[in-house]
């Protein structure tokens, strides 16, 4: 029985063995890889961090500090300044002030009616007698023409009774010269007595018809008087429905329309005068004693420009519960926007102060209740008491504490004591 070989043995005479030290290399093996060893360093040591902060922080709080101090005292920085030299100071005294008028007329019906025309509007400007607006007036001429009427009958009737008088005075005049006939006749014997004393009686009578007859004259003079009186009344009645311009202005403001119903003392319009504008300003009672007219002011309305004024009257009287009076200011030129109730500040100037030493009211400093100014000596800014007293506008006077030539600093709280200062904004 014979013996096949294996794949897997190696053919007789190869030359190779089984050792494995004895085999040829294997082209598709793969060869083994020569490792380099690695060198791995030791790690650095820790540093101390502890002593190196307690180093470094006085370090930086010495650097910090340094520049603190050289922009504190160092660094000069750009100060507004003001040399202070002697001048005069006005004192004044302000408040609130509002436009207003002397001369205003409420114009209004003094009858009840319905409007209507309107001769004028606002802004409109007027004459004395001028017409404002009419009334309707158609009761009033009817009444007119009926009072008329009354008079002329009243008159007629005068002429009647006139007439009268003149029959009475002509029968009288017959009666006593029948009397006067009869008186004779009777010493003569002609005539009897009855016929005497029936033209006595006659003459009587006719004294009588005259004394009723001046009478009646006197009546219908009285008559045609109080016509003639009723007839004016209704003219002037019929007048008032013509609404007129009580004197020249300016109308300022306009309540009624065509077809409004009015009553007495309805106002229909307003009319100003303008030559009669004044500000009237507010202050405080503790201010009167210092102010008499002619007095110098200056008036700054709401949004406009600054007008110089007067003072033209003080008023007597303080209000009981603001404790304020007013004080009635004519402006130089009035105003061409001027409006009744306009806002403004008055100013008015109580007293001038010659040569005294005044510095801006912002200058002033207060350290601990006591007023300060900061003043610049040798580049460098300090404190300095002084005794301050009356407020002129924007400035203050200085009463102790300064000399002419001082250099005060304006802007006190940007300051500290000995900081460095360079010129910046300088004003005398």
């Known amino acids: 029985m014979s013996v096949l070989p294996s794949p897997l043995a190696e053919p007789a005479g190869s030359g190779t063995s089984n050792d494995p030290s004895m085999r040829r290399p294997d082209a598709r093996a793969p060869r083994p890889v020569e490792e380099t060893p690695t060198f791995v360093p030791r790690p650095p040591s820790r540093p101390n961090r502890g002593a190196s902060r307690l180093v470094l922080l006085p370090l930086m709080a010495g650097l910090l500090a340094s520049v603190w101090a050289g922009d504190r005292?160092?660094?000069?920085?750009?100060?507004?300044?003001?040399?202070?030299?002697?001048?005069?100071?006005?004192?004044?005294?302000?408040?609130?002030?509002?436009?207003?008028?002397?001369r205003r007329s409420s114009v209004a019906s003094r009858l009840t009616g319905v409007v209507a025309t309107m001769a004028v509007d606002r802004d409109d400007v007027v004459t004395r007698g001028r017409v404002i607006a009419t009334l309707d007036a158609d009761d009033l001429r009817r009444d007119l023409d009926s009072a008329l009427a009354t008079g002329r009958s009243a008159r007629e009737a005068v002429s009647v009774a006139r007439a009268e008088e003149a029959r009475s005075e002509a029968a009288l005049a017959n009666a006593l010269a029948t009397l006067d006939r009869q008186d004779a006749l009777f010493v003569k014997g002609v005539t009897t007595e009855a016929a005497r004393d029936a033209a006595a009686s006659t003459h009587r009578q006719a004294t009588a018809d005259l004394a009723r007859a001046k009478a009646a004259v006197d009546q219908a003079i009285a008559q045609a008087a109080a016509a003639d009186a009723a007839a004016e009344q209704r003219g002037v009645k019929l007048g008032e429905a013509i609404i007129r311009a009580p004197m020249d202005g300016v109308v300022v403001s306009r309540g009624r329309w065509i077809g409004d119903t009015v009553g007495p003392g309805t106002e229909i319009v307003e009319i100003v005068d303008p030559a009669s504008i004044v500000f009237t300003a507010r202050l405080d009672e503790s201010a009167i004693a210092r102010l008499a007219p002619g007095q110098t002011a200056t008036i700054r309305p709401a949004g406009g420009r600054a007008i110089a004024a007067e003072v033209r009257r003080v008023a007597r009287r303080v209000d009981t519960e603001t404790r304020e009076f007013t004080v009635d200011l004519r402006p130089a030129v009035l105003p061409p926007d001027w409006a009744i109730g306009r806002r403004a500040v008055a100013t008015i100037t109580v007293e001038t102060r010659r040569d005294v030493l005044a510095v801006p009211v912002g200058a002033i400093d207060r350290r601990d209740g006591v007023p300060v100014v900061w003043v610049d000596v040798d580049g460098r800014a300090w404190r300095r008491a002084v005794e301050i007293g009356a407020i002129g506008g924007d400035r203050i006077e200085v009463v102790k504490g300064l000399a002419a030539g001082d250099v005060v600093l304006t802007e006190p709280r940007s300051l500290h004591p000995g900081m460095r200062v360079a010129a910046g904004d300088e004003r005398r």
């Open 73 to 102: 005292w160092l660094v000069p920085r750009a100060a507004a300044r003001v040399v202070v030299m002697p001048g005069d100071l006005s004192i004044d005294l302000s408040g609130p002030a509002t436009l207003d008028a002397t």
